[in-house]
């Protein structure tokens, strides 16, 4: 079963607008994870906040974790065309489980 | 730093045919991991091995599904005989230690079952 569970499914902005995924899991974690998959490629991973936590930043990325909550945003900042994938969430507990993702399209 | 590498990158079967899929980690991780994506859906482990060991492998469908890991390198995953619901992307990963860290993903192979 999956236990990330991203919000919004789909998202479709403009170049340089903000981007904002959230992601819900159901147990404790050690740590959440985000990767991106572009079409037909592998995952490529982004970010790692451990549950002790609650933000970090890596370039135009950030993100919260709420343990409290169970949940996690990503935000892109200044979005790019190529910036345009999937983006998923995993939550890293005795397993490392995937989320279904949230799939961004930047247009220019 | 070379990536994770994985043979084919397509491959298209007939249902109860056996295909079999091959990755090459990253040098020097410990541990290796094998997921399904099914198109829409985010990756789910099939079975992660420690060295040559296997470590988790409860969502493996044992009947038709199998891994080996010799040596602690090079991995191979099969299907005989493969289903219909079998068509999905197989990733590929690798991390040094344990699936806490994170993971390397390779290409990975898009497997189509007619």
């Known amino acids: 079963s999956q236990q990330g569970e991203e919000d919004p499914q789909a998202l479709s902005i403009q170049e340089g607008e903000n981007a904002t995924m959230n992601c819900s899991y159901k147990?404790?974690?050690?740590?959440l994870q985000w990767y991106r998959q572009n079409s037909g490629r592998g995952l490529v991973h982004l970010i790692l906040?451990?549950?002790?936590?609650r933000e970090k930043h890596s370039g135009r990325l950030r993100v919260t974790l709420d343990t409290s909550k169970k949940s996690s945003s990503l935000l892109i900042t200044a979005s790019r065309a190529a910036d345009t994938a999937s983006y998923f969430c995993a939550a890293a507990g005795t397993a490392l489980i995937f989320g279904k993702g949230t799939t961004l399209s930047v247009s220019s | 730093e070379a990536g994770v590498a994985q043979s084919p990158r397509y491959k298209i079967i007939e249902k109860r045919q056996s295909v079999a899929f091959w990755c090459n980690p990253i040098s020097g991780h410990a541990t290796l991991y094998w997921y399904q994506q099914i198109l829409g859906q985010g990756p789910k482990l099939l079975i992660q091995f420690q060295n040559n060991g296997v470590v988790d492998d409860s969502q493996l469908p044992k009947d038709r599904f199998s891994a080996e890991r010799l040596k602690g390198v090079d991995s191979t995953l099969k299907i005989q005989p493969a289903k219909l619901e079998d068509s999905a992307v197989y990733l590929c990963?690798?991390?040094?230690?344990?699936?806490?860290?994170?993971?390397?993903f390779g290409p990975g192979t898009r497997l189509l079952v007619l």
């Open positions: 147990t404790s974690i050690n740590n």
């Open positions: 990963a690798s991390s040094w230690r344990d699936r806490g860290e994170t993971q390397y």
């Open positions: 906040i451990r549950s002790n936590e």
